[in-house]
Structure formats: C-alpha cells, structure tokens
C-alpha cells in the first residue's frame, strides 16, 4: 500500500486549501482513510476520518464545522478540504489507512501512511 499526499501551500488566514491523497491498493474502499496532523513541537493528531463507504466521518472538535473529508473510490482517492484555516491549522498533514472496521473511526489503528504534505497558515 503506497499513499501519496498533495496540496501543501501557504495560504493567508481565512484562506482554503484542499489535500489529496492517491493509494496505490486495489481495494481501497475496504479502508478506514483518516488525516492527521503534527505541528511543530507538538504531538500528532488526528484531525478527520471517514469509513469505507464514505457515509461516515468524525471530526476533531478544533477542526469541526472548517473541514470536510471526503473519498472517490473510483479514483482510490481521498481529500481534505480546508476552509476558514487559522494560524494554528499550521502543520505536516498525514493520510493514512486502516484496515479495522470497528471502533470509533479516529481511534482505529492506521497502518499505511503517506509522507507528510506542509500546511502554512500565515495571519
């Protein structure tokens, strides 16, 4: 399973920004797909999680309401959509996939990751 992370850019505060997240794995709609984030001197978090089908998504209180995950599977694909960005959104952004199909969608283990795409929010 190979993840490959885009989109990474400045962008001002209040500005949007959209991250991509291309598998390479023939059966990614069986994944569990989530996006983390770890900011300078600070632990990794995860910010978003959507299940399989792309019905279900659960979101960090800090992010609700400003960002949107989302799936294609016809193009194994999955985004991160980012809008009103605050200085403190600044981070590595991570997608990352889980085969587990119980638990809460952002505490479920995630096993395959992508390199990390750089999000600067400028103020």
């Known amino acids: 399973v190979q993840l490959q992370a885009s989109g990474e850019g400045l962008v001002q505060a209040g500005g949007s920004l959209r991250l991509s997240c291309a598998a390479s794995?023939?059966?990614?709609?069986?994944?569990?797909m989530g996006w983390f984030r770890q900011a300078p001197g600070k632990e990794r978090e995860i910010v978003a999680a959507?299940?399989?089908?792309?019905?279900?998504?659960s979101y960090a209180e800090s992010v609700k309401g400003r960002f949107t995950i989302s799936r294609d599977s016809a193009k194994n694909t999955g985004y991160l959509r980012m809008n009103s960005l605050k200085s403190e959104d600044t981070a590595v952004y991570y997608c990352?996939?889980?085969?587990?199909?119980?638990?809460?969608?952002?505490?479920?283990?995630?096993?395959?990751w992508g390199q990390g795409t750089l999000v600067t929010v400028s103020s």
């Open positions: 959507i299940d399989r089908t792309g019905g279900v998504t």
């Open positions: 794995v023939r059966t990614f709609s069986t994944y569990t």
């Open positions: 990352a996939l889980s085969t587990s199909w119980t638990g809460t969608l952002r505490d479920r283990p995630y096993a395959y």
